[in-house]
């Protein structure tokens, strides 16, 4: 199942980040919206202002290190609220830090995926994230 309608979360500072992730969901044709958070505090706002009749993220794409907010909180408070908790949760992330990758699990963090640097390799890595979460897992109500 595919639901085009329900947008993608990504909560990335980086603005070459931003950019790749784009453009990689871009070259893959994907038609779900995709939602912008430039820090932690950004996607907090964001979050609260979802309405309960919009539709969730469909997966929320979330990078560890941020200003203002951190990832980590960002990831707590998700996992901790009832509107937002059975929202998957992928950590995209440069940090392949064996605590970083704890906490984040301990946290409710449904995957952790260390951005590769090659673009073609990312883009693949897009391509599978959007694959899995998008299309092939079917997300609560």
């Not at 044709?29 to 539709?55: C, H, T, Y």
Request: aromatic share 8%; net charge negative; charged share 25%.
């Amino acid at each position: 199942m595919i639901y085009p309608d329900r947008p993608i979360l990504l909560v990335e500072d980086n603005p070459m980040d931003v950019d790749l992730t784009q453009r990689a969901f871009s070259r893959r044709k994907v038609a779900n919206p995709i939602e912008v958070a430039r820090d932690g505090e950004e996607a907090l706002r964001l979050l609260e202002q979802w309405g309960l009749e919009d539709p969730q993220p469909i997966v929320i794409l979330l990078d560890l290190k941020l200003p203002k907010v951190d990832g980590l909180e960002v990831l707590h408070y998700l996992k901790t609220s009832s509107q937002f908790q059975a929202i998957p949760v992928v950590v995209l992330t440069t940090s392949a830090e064996d605590s970083d990758i704890q906490i984040a699990y301990q946290e409710g963090a449904n995957s952790y995926i260390v951005k590769p640097v090659d673009f073609d390799r990312f883009i693949d890595v897009v391509d599978y994230i959007h694959t899995y979460w998008c299309a092939i897992n079917v997300p609560p109500k």
